[in-house]
DNA sequence: CAAATAACATACAATCTGCATGTAAATACG
DNA sequence: CGTATTTACATGCAGATTGTATGTTATTTG
């Protein structure tokens, strides 16, 4: 028996504290609200003490801010894993929905993503974390309908953001007991009332 | 000169306490956050004590409540102030969309709304106050909409949420600072979207 | 192997929230 | 009209939380 645990190296010791800290954050913050969490529980379910924490984290907002971004990069994970080679534009995004509505279906997701996430760090922040992770490939979705003219042009940014914000409400409704069904055919609506096709004037005569 | 300031009645004082204090509020939650604005700092705008806030409000979060309840309202009011009497449909709904993001322009309502109001009341309280103030002009101007054949027949709750969270987002993004043009354009682009037409199969050919 | 540094643990100060208790003003009531 | 009761506050207190400062132990560096 050389040693129980001991001669960790620093980096290992850093690595793990900030890994148990962060997982022990992440369960309390999804179970409970960022502001209904302490430190205290945080440290005590991590095993450590609020030394630790404030030695790795610049405050409590900044260890929220490392599971938010774990988060967001799992979701995005999940959404690319879901996502199909190459399919029309048109059903890559819906397929691209799906799999965001089903990632957003993990407890507590949508408070820390949606919730608490663009309270606690701002909508600015989010948007970078976001535009880093999860909304690329709805952007590159949108952009490469455009571009197969399956999708009037429109400012990208704009409609990558909206979008996303449909989605994310969606997501909300659904996580508070909504049934899925109609949200997800309202959000196939939207997309594909975006197809290519000039704009008729208000009185338009069903078509049907 | 009968009395400098006495003799109030107990439903003026109450009035008037509760009204101070939701101002004072108003002002501090909107210049800062939620979280980083204190009672005592509250209590001392408002010329009280924290024993008269918390004599008329059960606690600091049910105050919050009231101000976003209020400021609920003027937002609604502005909305249909400036709604022109009856439009068609489409016109009535960019009208309406045009009028709140205008209306979301005051200083702070984004973060009263959008941020905190979500995060601290939770999503199914702000939808409770939304569908009784804002919501529902929209609602209304998308089930007329769909009346009179001019739209699409979709799920009409969630077709409101899903809007109206796009609408949202749009607020939030022209409030960091973003030109409104691209995300007018694309807002006018969604509703218009959901004109009444089949739907196309992906790979639609364009039919200008 | 000593010096410097990193990784914690512990103790402390400043706040903050909610409640309990106390007091003055208004209202109810016989 | 005078007293009892309720309302509208003010003050003080207890518990908890956050961030920091200080102390200690384990690594790493030279």
């Known amino acids: 028996m050389q040693q129980e645990s001991a001669r960790r190296s620093n980096r290992d010791r850093t690595e793990a504290t900030r890994a148990d800290l962060i997982a022990a954050a992440r369960r309390l913050f999804t179970e409970k609200s960022y502001t209904e969490t302490g430190t205290p529980e945080i440290v005590a379910a991590a095993g450590v003490t609020r030394g630790a924490l404030y030695h790795h984290f610049a405050d409590k907002q900044a260890l929220f801010a490392a599971v938010v971004e774990q988060e967001a990069a799992a979701v995005a994970e999940e959404i690319e894993r879901a996502s199909p080679p190459s399919l029309f534009a048109r059903d890559a995004l819906i397929a691209g929905s799906d799999a965001y509505l089903a990632a957003m279906r993990a407890p507590g997701r949508t408070r820390l993503l949606l919730l608490d996430g663009p309270a606690v760090l701002g909508r600015a922040a989010m948007d970078e974390i976001d535009n880093r992770h999860g909304n690329r490939s709805l952007r590159e979705g949108l952009v490469a309908a455009m571009r197969s003219q399956s999708m ?38 939207l997309i594909d009332g975006l197809s290519q096709a000039p704009h008729r004037g208000p009185g338009a005569a069903r078509t049907r």
């Not at 042009?153 to 409704?173: G, H, K, N, Q």
């Not at 949200?183 to 196939?188: A, F, K, Q």
Request: proline share 8%.
């Open 152 to 189: 009037m042009r429109l400012p990208v940014e704009a409609l990558t953001a909206l979008l996303a914000a449909a989605f994310d409400r969606a997501a909300l409704a659904i996580e508070a007991g909504a049934s899925p069904a109609p949200y997800r055919e309202v959000l196939i609506a």
